[in-house]
């Protein structure tokens, strides 16, 4: 089965079998509230879900039954940001760089660093440090100056 990410409260994480449990609840045109219940029912049983992240899971799943049924791709409502590299100096710096930009800018985003290799090459990345902003490689090999970086979380949370 196939994992697919999703946020749900400020954690983004893994489920096995939602993708295909969403594809089922809009092909038989489930109300809202049936779709959540499916949802839950179907990704309950193939993951561990906390009692106490139970309702945050089902405002999960219901938000992306809504993005489904419209037909919409999950377009970030905030920036996704991907630090590639196998957690060494560089990259760890870029992350630091990161963070103080947007905390200067004042910007949210969801940032996520990739040490495994199978997975940086398959976001198209063969050299390291490396930078994804919402699915769109910024560098690669080499480390950016701060006000690149700055330029480009600008114009990407510009675009949401």
Known sequence: MQLCKIKIGKATVGLIGLEQAIQQAVSRKMSENEAT??????????????????????????????????????????????ILGPGCVSCNKLNTMIFDIMQRLDIAADIEQIHDLDEIWRHGVITTPALIINGSIKCSGRMPPPAEVEQWLVEEAERL
Request: no cysteine; proline share 4%.
């Open 37 to 82: 219940d499916f949802l839950f029912e179907v990704v309950n049983r193939e993951n561990y879900i906390p009692a106490t992240a139970r309702v945050l899971y089902r405002q999960a799943l219901r938000r992306e039954y809504q993005t489904a049924q419209s037909g919409g791709d999950q377009s970030p409502q905030q920036l996704t940001i991907k």
